[in-house]
């Protein structure tokens, strides 16, 4: 084959697995949408599904208002940051802008348009990231580690060796691993190939000595700091140390690179500020981040998870002439910090080993690889037996979506109330009722919950126990008003989710107002 003819080769087979790849990870979400019906219609989530109605909440609130992130899921005022979660701003944004409009509709097909483009470059930026230090089949064979191998946490889930609420790691911490980034949020999955690209971006500054690549990295990290603040950290962390290493190699101070690194590490500061003053003097914002911690599982977890991997990856360093060109030893210098960024003194030291699976596999290919065998059957084998984890998670995603549950499936009626409130209630009601209820009343509806979010509602074990109080059955009447005057309660949702908490029907309640009922849901309004 002559060589004009191998780009164009290996670009099909990119592209081909790129495609099977977001296939099998929008496999739940594409069987839901058949299975959706207009009596039991698809809410458009099976993974993280009560981030995913908060981001559409958020679509909607950028939409209809402001730049800046705030909480829909809590009752107090407060003011917001302008770089949280910015994608979502810019989606909803761009939403009214194309619309004209904002439905539901509109707002899940913005949000999972945007997760599929994004997770093509994901794929995309991987393959050119691997290709930079790796040739020909051995390319492949790294890419596939990349995006679907994943550990031995599911052989440990089904031996029982996890504790209850303990799941394995590649099934509950999407920044782990690869594809489960792929069926996850949008800004988790933009963050790998901004990240991955700022990277590179350095890397080819430092080896042509030219401004436009380090000017570009620049230009992603600014871009990675709006839409993924936590990475702009690994980035920061790789590259000093990387010239660091590199310095101490040459025994002397690269004060050209250090020159191209820095504008990448500099101009995303004033957002990392902004967010950090935001986080730590706003009250509600402050109470937010204390109750949003997402620290590390102890050690053995992550051996469980990369375990596969790292076992080849450790073989592989006996080729250091290997690991010494072409600039590769930047790749175990990026492995060397994991486990420091893994463990920081940082609350979201658990996002700071995003990204690492891909070193990591690069490395593996090379211990598994045998230049002078060209089959290569061990290293085959040694993928496939990576995969059963990855199945594991589309199967079992799968298998939920088609068991229909009502967490993930919204009936006529309930869609009905929630249109009702979308049409009724402005910005400063505030809604009781149940968690679950609650979580997806502002995708819906400019008012705010009372109750509907784990981290984004604040105080949100009190809040819960006043919930549940108010349906209880034996609570007395005063301190059911007490609940609605402390949070300022102005309606009340009852449905089954608020049956479920103790069976008090708000209708027994002088001074309650019914203003909707049909099917299972009544609202009522606050008249005192």
Same mark, same amino acid.
């Given at each position: 084959?002559?060589?004009?003819?191998?780009?164009?080769?290996?670009?099909?087979?990119?592209?081909?697995?790129?495609?099977?790849?977001?296939?099998?990870?929008?496999?739940?979400?594409?069987?839901?949408?058949?299975?959706?019906?207009?009596?039991?219609?698809?809410?458009? %989530?099976?993974?993280?599904?009560?981030?995913?109605?908060?981001?559409?909440?958020?679509?909607?609130?950028?939409?209809?208002?402001?730049?800046?992130?705030?909480?829909?899921?809590?009752?107090?005022?407060?003011?917001?940051? %302008?770089?949280?979660?910015?994608?979502?701003?810019?989606?909803?944004?761009?939403?009214?802008?194309?619309?004209?409009?904002?439905?539901?509709?509109?707002?899940?097909?913005?949000?999972?348009?945007?997760?599929?483009?994004?997770?093509?470059?994901?794929?995309?930026?991987?393959?050119?990231?691997?290709?930079?230090?790796?040739?020909?089949?051995?390319?492949?064979?790294?890419?596939?580690?990349?995006? %679907?191998?994943?550990?031995?946490?599911?052989?440990?889930?089904?031996?029982?060796?996890?504790?209850?609420?303990?799941?394995?790691?590649?099934?509950?911490?999407?920044?782990?691993?690869? %594809?489960?980034?792929?069926?996850?949020?949008?800004?988790?999955?933009?963050?790998?190939?901004?990240?991955?690209? &700022? *990277?590179?971006? *350095?890397?080819?500054?430092?080896?042509?000595?030219?401004?436009?690549?380090?000017?570009?990295?620049?230009?992603?990290?600014?871009?990675?700091?709006?839409?993924?603040?936590?990475?702009?950290?690994?980035?920061?962390?790789?590259?000093? &140390?990387?010239?660091?290493?590199?310095?101490?190699?040459?025994?002397?101070?690269?004060?050209?690179?250090?020159?191209?690194?820095?504008?990448?590490?500099?101009?995303?500061?004033?957002?990392?500020?902004?967010?950090?003053?935001?986080?730590?003097?706003?009250?509600?914002?402050?109470?937010?981040?204390? /109750?949003?911690?997402?620290?590390?599982?102890?050690?053995?977890?992550?051996?469980?998870?990369?375990?596969?991997?790292?076992?080849?990856?450790?073989?592989?360093?006996?080729?250091?002439?290997?690991?010494?060109?072409?600039?590769?030893?930047?790749?175990?210098?990026?492995?060397?910090?994991?486990?420091?960024?893994?463990?920081?003194?940082?609350? =979201?030291?658990?996002?700071?080993?995003?990204?690492?699976?891909?070193?990591?596999?690069?490395?593996?290919?090379?211990?598994?690889?045998?230049?002078?065998?060209?089959?290569?059957?061990?290293?085959?084998?040694?993928?496939?037996?990576?995969?059963?984890?990855?199945?594991?998670?589309?199967?079992?995603?799968?298998?939920?979506?088609?068991?229909?549950?009502?967490?993930?499936?919204?009936?006529?009626?309930? *869609?009905?109330?929630?249109?009702?409130?979308?049409?009724?209630?402005?910005?400063?009601? +505030?809604?009781?009722?149940?968690?679950?209820?609650?979580?997806?009343?502002?995708?819906?509806?400019?008012?705010?919950?009372?109750?509907?979010?784990? +981290?984004?509602? +604040? /105080?949100?074990? /009190?809040?819960? =126990?006043?919930?549940?109080?108010?349906?209880?059955?034996?609570?007395?009447?005063?301190?059911?008003?007490?609940?609605?005057?402390?949070?300022?309660?102005?309606? *009340?949702?009852?449905?089954? /989710?608020?049956?479920?908490?103790?069976?008090?029907?708000? =209708?027994?309640?002088?001074?309650?107002?019914?203003?909707?009922?049909?099917?299972?849901?009544?609202?009522?309004?606050?008249?005192?």
């Amino acid at each position: 084959m002559s060589a004009s003819r191998r780009p164009a080769r290996q670009w099909r087979w990119v592209w081909g697995w790129s495609l099977v790849a977001l296939f099998l990870a929008n496999l739940p979400y594409l069987v839901g949408w058949v299975l959706s019906t207009p009596d039991s219609r698809f809410g458009g %989530f099976y993974f993280l599904v009560v981030d995913g109605h908060s981001y559409l909440a958020k679509m909607r609130h950028a939409a209809l208002d402001g730049w800046q992130f705030s909480l829909p899921y809590t009752h107090e005022p407060h003011t917001g940051a %302008f770089n949280t979660l910015f994608l979502y701003s810019l989606l909803g944004k761009g939403l009214v802008l194309v619309t004209g409009k904002v439905q539901v509709e509109g707002l899940l097909a913005a949000y999972h348009g945007a997760r599929v483009l994004a997770g093509l470059a994901l794929l995309l930026m991987v393959d050119r990231f691997i290709a930079h230090f790796v040739p020909g089949a051995m390319r492949r064979l790294a890419f596939l580690l990349a995006v %679907f191998a994943s550990g031995l946490g599911w052989l440990l889930a089904l031996l029982g060796r996890f504790e209850v609420g303990n799941v394995p790691l590649e099934f509950w911490a999407p920044d782990a691993f690869l %594809f489960p980034i792929l069926t996850g949020p949008p800004h988790i999955i933009l963050s790998v190939p901004l990240l991955l690209g &700022a *990277i590179l971006a *350095i890397l080819r500054a430092w080896e042509t000595q030219r401004w436009g690549a380090a000017m570009l990295a620049a230009v992603l990290t600014v871009t990675l700091a709006l839409v993924r603040p936590t990475h702009g950290i690994i980035f920061g962390a790789v590259m000093t &140390a990387a010239w660091c290493v590199e310095a101490w190699q040459r025994r002397r101070i690269l004060w050209l690179r250090a020159g191209q690194l820095l504008p990448a590490l500099l101009l995303p500061l004033p957002l990392f500020f902004h967010l950090y003053w935001t986080l730590s003097h706003e009250p509600v914002m402050r109470q937010w981040t204390a /109750q949003n911690p997402f620290s590390s599982p102890p050690p053995w977890h992550y051996l469980a998870g990369y375990g596969l991997l790292l076992l080849p990856a450790l073989w592989s360093l006996r080729r250091r002439e290997w690991w010494q060109l072409d600039q590769r030893w930047l790749l175990l210098v990026w492995l060397a910090l994991v486990p420091f960024l893994a463990y920081a003194p940082f609350q =979201a030291q658990r996002r700071l080993v995003a990204g690492a699976q891909v070193p990591l596999a690069l490395a593996a290919a090379r211990g598994l690889w045998r230049d002078e065998k060209r089959r290569n059957w061990l290293a085959w084998t040694w993928l496939g037996l990576t995969l059963p984890g990855t199945l594991f998670f589309v199967l079992g995603g799968t298998a939920m979506v088609a068991a229909r549950p009502p967490l993930l499936f919204h009936a006529t009626d309930e *869609i009905a109330a929630l249109e009702w409130l979308s049409h009724h209630t402005t910005a400063d009601d +505030i809604i009781l009722g149940a968690m679950e209820t609650g979580n997806v009343i502002p995708v819906y509806a400019d008012a705010r919950v009372l109750l509907g979010h784990p +981290i984004e509602t +604040i /105080q949100v074990a /009190q809040k819960e =126990a006043a919930v549940k109080a108010f349906f209880d059955l034996v609570t007395p009447e005063e301190t059911r008003r007490e609940i609605l005057r402390r949070y300022g309660v102005t309606l *009340i949702v009852y449905g089954p /989710q608020e049956r479920a908490l103790g069976g008090f029907d708000p =209708a027994h309640l002088p001074g309650l107002e019914e203003v909707y009922a049909a099917g299972r849901y009544q609202l009522f309004r606050v008249k005192e």
